[in-house]
């Protein structure tokens, strides 16, 4: 599936010319070797894939990269036949949430003595290791992340007597509660962000769904979850969010914008969207990790990103790791840090995006970065999504333990296939 987490995220410039990223035409040693590789739509810059593709190929005379840029609408089935040796790569970027169904397919290079002897996998952020981790083989390796904030008006903050950031729950609901007065919003939350929802019931000890001997069963009526969409009430309630739609749904950059809201929960470059709406906001929005129970850590976020993998019918397989290596690797993922604001795959490597205040406050945040269940299925889910109208019901006075029975049943028999 598409991470969605990513939209917006960045502004960024599309891509190398295909084909172009290579050596000069009649420059290559006889015995010289093309690695492709598939990139999604900006992922990267132009000026990052020159920079990469300069100094590989200086480092690695014999081997030329091939760089072809792929769309995310339709990919799924691209992958799948270029797994089962139709027109394939030696390496694919995609979706971090994507690696168990194409795992499922049999057709992945098994990455895991790289990842441990070559990568320092121990290290690497849970969100994005764990997804690329199937029945304990490491078949995606994590290449950058992207996950929620709080984005905050300052003005508003300053005007409630608000002189620092909120770092437990309590704290931001009793900030929340102080910004929500005088015709202004404490917060935007719209009531189907199911992404926000999920880290609340993470914190909780919750789950969206749970894997029982090999059959997935939908989980939202546990106490943990439960207690994730309680808290989820509570907040969603110091504002004027709908209670039916999700975040795009006005999209709530714009109501942002208009100057009354005081906070929002979303990716960093959501305040570049926000700022182009009203330039009269420029240089007054912040950022903060969502807020655990506790200050010692930041709350549980969703992480989004992408993990490379190599398929096993690859002509090129082992100069194709070694193309991996060097992208999760530690020089290229503080380039990438910080040439596109993401968040690299170890923590100890955030100090390259200290000085971008949107960026740090999410690489803190990914610290404590989930992603969702690791079942073939769960596109499935997503797709025909019962988490959704789940809250809408919660928020709208509906009985927690009955439509939580009621969504986790539903999950159960979209993992289940039917």
Aim: charged fraction near 25%; aromatic fraction near 8%.
């Amino acid at each position: 599936m598409k991470n969605r987490i990513l939209v917006g995220a960045v502004a960024l410039v599309s891509t190398c010319a295909l084909g172009g990223c290579g050596l000069v035409p009649g420059s290559e040693a006889s015995d010289s070797k093309t690695v492709t590789i598939w990139l999604m739509k900006n992922s990267v810059s132009a000026d990052f894939l020159k920079r990469f593709t300069k100094a590989y190929e200086e480092e690695h005379p014999t081997v030329r990269l091939d760089f072809k840029i792929q769309s995310w609408t339709g990919i799924g089935p691209k992958v799948i036949d270029a797994l089962q040796g139709k027109d394939t790569p030696d390496v694919i970027e995609v979706g971090n949430t994507q690696v168990a169904q194409y795992a499922e397919s049999g057709g992945l290079r098994d990455l895991t003595l790289e990842s441990v002897r070559d990568l320092g996998s121990e290290d690497w952020l849970p969100g994005l290791a764990e997804p690329g981790s199937v029945d304990g083989v490491q078949y995606g390796i994590p290449w950058y992340a992207a996950n929620r904030v709080v984005i905050y008006n300052k003005d508003l903050f300053e005007q409630a007597g608000i002189e620092t950031p909120p770092k437990t729950r309590d704290e931001w609901i009793a900030d929340s509660e102080q910004l929500n007065r005088n015709g202004n919003q404490g917060i935007y939350l719209a009531g189907q962000n199911w992404y926000v929802l999920s880290g609340f019931i993470w914190d909780e000890g919750g789950q969206l769904a749970v894997d029982r001997g090999g059959e997935w069963e939908g989980a939202l009526g546990g106490p943990g979850a439960l207690r994730g969409m309680s808290f989820y009430k509570e907040l969603q309630a110091l504002g004027d969010g709908p209670k039916n739609a999700d975040e795009e749904k006005p999209p709530q950059a714009k109501v942002f914008a208009k100057g009354d809201v005081a906070q929002i929960i979303s990716v960093p470059g959501t305040a570049a969207q926000i700022e182009q709406l009203n330039p009269e906001l420029k240089g007054k929005l912040g950022y903060f990790p969502i807020p655990g129970k506790t200050a010692k850590t930041p709350g549980s976020v969703f992480t989004g990103g992408s993990d490379l993998i190599v398929p096993e019918k690859a002509g090129q397989r082992a100069a194709g790791i070694d193309v991996i290596k060097a992208l999760a690797g530690r020089k290229w993922q503080e380039e990438l840090a910080k040439a596109m604001s993401y968040v690299p795959n170890k923590p100890d490597l955030a100090r390259a995006v200290v000085g971008q205040e949107g960026t740090a406050a999410m690489a803190r945040g990914a610290t404590k970065g989930r992603a969702t269940p690791n079942s073939p299925q769960w596109a499935s889910v997503e797709a025909d999504n019962p988490i959704k109208p789940y809250m809408t019901a919660v928020l709208e006075g509906g009985d927690p333990q009955k439509e939580a029975k009621a969504a986790s049943e539903k999950i159960t028999e979209l993992l289940a296939g039917s």
